[in-house]
């Protein structure tokens, strides 16, 4: 069965750091991964995803996430933090008929 | 183009009544879902439509929840009675098949 783990629900960094998030799955198959970010009272919005190309995915806003077949790791980065990352970050591994299952996510805060 | 559309964003009702979410996807997408997130945790599938059917509804609570696709294109989420363990975040999904999942912003339901 496909699963995902985050651990750590709360992460603070200050403005300007590095932020990383890390994400570990599980799949009994070549898996699909994907990062999603959530702002407040919206929706989930896609950050990027991994679908067997390249092993390092870029997305949107500075987001880039490496995958890594040795470590079941897909973990986020981004060199430099803005306070408008502040948000709920979510990882998720594709199974069955592109249907998602979610990690518990991360809440972002960052520090000015 | 319009993106998925939720309604209502925000509801409370109390424990045993009944509530009802409306989604109309983004015009063209097949695939329908709906997804539970309850606070401090990742999106939970509970039911997939393709058109009008249903493609995986193995989290559904059938007891107490039910959603229908009619023709296709909008689909309404129904609970009938509400517990207390209900209260989270319904967020609405479409994608073409097998492609990415867009969400709604999701209705807030506040069960008391």
């Known amino acids: 069965a496909q699963s995902v783990t985050q651990l750590g629900s709360h992460v603070s960094v200050s403005e300007g750091a590095l932020v990383l998030l890390r994400c570990n799955y599980s799949s009994s198959v070549p898996p699909y991964l994907f990062w999603y970010v959530q702002y407040p009272n919206q929706g989930l919005q896609l950050l990027l995803k991994y679908t067997s190309a390249a092993t390092l995915v870029k997305g949107i806003n500075g987001f880039e996430a490496e995958f890594k077949k040795s470590e079941t790791s897909f973990h986020l980065t981004k060199p430099s933090a803005h306070m408008s990352d502040a948000a709920e970050y979510f990882c998720?591994?594709?199974?069955?008929?592109?249907?998602?299952?979610f990690g518990k996510g991360n809440q972002v805060v960052v520090i000015p | 183009e319009a993106g998925v559309a939720q309604s209502p964003r925000y509801k409370i009702i109390e424990k045993r009544q009944s509530v009802a979410f409306w989604c109309n996807p983004i015009s063209g997408h097949a695939t329908l879902y709906w997804y539970q997130q309850i606070l401090g945790q990742g999106p939970k599938l509970l039911i997939q439509?393709?058109?009008?059917?249903?493609?995986?509804d193995s989290q559904l609570p059938k007891d107490r929840f039910s959603a229908e696709r009619l023709k296709g294109v909008d689909s309404t989420l129904k609970i009938q009675p509400a517990k207390l363990e209900d209260s989270a975040v319904y967020l609405c999904?479409?994608?073409?098949?097998?492609?990415?999942?867009?969400f709604g912003p999701g209705t807030r339901l506040t069960v008391t």
């Open positions: 998720a591994v594709l199974y069955g008929n592109n249907r998602l299952a």
């Open positions: 439509f393709q058109n009008n059917g249903v493609v995986d």
């Open positions: 999904a479409s994608s073409l098949v097998g492609d990415e999942q867009y």
